[in-house]
């Protein structure tokens, strides 16, 4: 694959920038040592009789030909190394015009995209950096029209871009990264894997640019990118890392969210936004008894219940309105009065009949013995939240042994009435 394209690249490269020959005179020695080279079919063999004519003949009448062979040698040429080395002397020629440096430039790129080992990015950011202003300058050649070149030469132009921001990346240039790839997004507006790195390269600056990065990859799960499942876990370890919530229900709700947003558009809309830990901290700090601003609904809710979601309370008084057995754990339907005033609480808890939590306890079995209308305290983990009708849940439950009733003695076993002996 890898052949068949970089072939079909070149093939546009010279169509819209052909090298150009000289016209003077070659000897039959030149010509021979030309067409062994240009007949070698073994690339490694071919790439080392092509250097030797150009250091026997630096100035021929036939350098266009030769680095024109140099660009089919390129082609079935291992390992990207090798690719790399060539097009770097060739490049280093003083006589290059622009639009043979580009023809080089192009499977060097090609190359360094591949993972040439010990590659310098400095030097391939540079490389790739030129390949694009000069394919950003192309004239059509005659019979082509500005708009059937920009076609033609998309892939060029991607090539040159992608490997921009991986060079950037590499050198911890992540606003440089995030430019190539705004870029490349450009050319075509909806790359999956091009935004997956642009919202890695947002994520990776100092500081984060949060909302960007995190729609930017939400932007790739929606638009199927390659290994789609391990790009969410990053999405969602980079939003979690961010809020540091309590509640992986709440977690994998807001990243659905992102992901169906992103889904609809590549814009990310003005009032976008994920609470951030600070936020979270700020609202658990003002909730205060956090009940009554759940209740409320809205979004001063959603987000009062994100910063208590998942944590531990302890001691918390309610009412009992049902106890259901559900064999390895107790369901507790219980109510909680949201007054502040403690004799309005007592009186709303004293004619509640309707549940608005509900309580898993596991682990303690005489929880069983609890009774509807019984008043306890329990300690549990916030699990759920319904606004409406409101409910809360809760698991982890324990409640205080203080309040659970004693078991009922049993009734003492009669003694077996001994077996009648028949008479003697």
């Known amino acids: 694959m890898r052949k068949a394209f970089l072939a079909g690249v070149v093939a546009i490269l010279l169509a819209v920038a052909p090298l150009s020959a000289q016209e003077q005179s070659y000897t039959p020695d030149e010509y021979k040592l030309y067409k062994a080279a240009a007949d070698e079919t073994a690339s490694a ?33 291992k390992p990207p190394a090798l690719v790399i080395a060539s097009a770097d002397k060739v490049l280093g020629m003083p006589d290059l015009d622009a639009n043979t440096r580009l023809q080089f430039l192009y499977p060097r790129t090609v190359a360094y995209i591949q993972g040439a080992e010990g590659a310098d990015h400095a030097r391939a950011h540079a490389a790739a950096d030129e390949g694009l202003r000069i394919a950003n300058g192309l004239q059509p050649p005659q019979g082509m029209t500005p708009e059937q070149l920009a076609n033609q030469i998309k892939p060029v132009k991607m090539v040159f871009l992608t490997a921009m921001g991986s060079a950037a990346m590499s050198l911890k240039d992540f606003a440089g990264a995030a430019s190539a790839y705004q870029q490349s997004l450009a050319v075509t507006p909806d790359d999956a894997l091009t935004y997956y790195r642009l919202g890695v390269s947002y994520l990776q600056q100092n500081p984060p640019n949060h909302m960007d990065g995190f729609w930017a990859v939400a932007r790739a799960v929606a638009l199927k990118v390659p290994n789609e499942a391990s790009v969410r876990t990053y999405l969602r370890t980079s939003v979690l890392r961010y809020q540091n919530t309590q509640c992986d229900r709440e ?162 076993k009669k003694g077996k009435r001994p077996t009648k002996r028949p008479g003697k």
């Open 45 to 77: 063999a071919k790439l080392q009789k092509l250097d030797g004519f150009l250091e026997q003949y630096p100035k021929s009448a036939l350098k266009p030909y030769v680095l024109a062979e140099y660009l089919k040698a390129y082609q079935g040429l």
């Open 251 to 412: 977690l994998d709700r807001q990243v659905n969210e992102i992901v169906a947003l992103a889904g609809q558009g590549a814009e990310r809309p003005a009032g976008f936004s994920i609470p951030s830990e600070a936020d979270l901290t700020k609202a658990r700090e003002n909730a205060g008894a956090f009940l009554g601003d759940l209740m409320a609904g809205g979004d001063h809710a959603r987000l009062v219940w994100l910063s208590v979601c998942g944590l531990e309370f302890p001691d918390v008084a309610v009412k009992v309105i049902e106890v259901a057995d559900n064999g390895d754990s107790t369901l507790l339907k219980v109510y909680r009065a949201q007054m502040n005033d403690p004799e309005q609480a007592a009186d709303d808890m004293e004619k509640a009949t309707v549940p608005n939590m509900e309580i898993t306890v596991t682990e303690q079995p005489e929880a069983k013995r609890l009774t509807k209308d019984a008043y306890v305290r329990f300690t549990g983990t916030l699990s759920g939240y319904q606004p409406e009708p409101f409910l809360l849940s809760w698991n982890q439950a324990k409640i205080n042994p203080e309040d659970i009733p004693a078991e009922e003695a049993q009734p003492a």
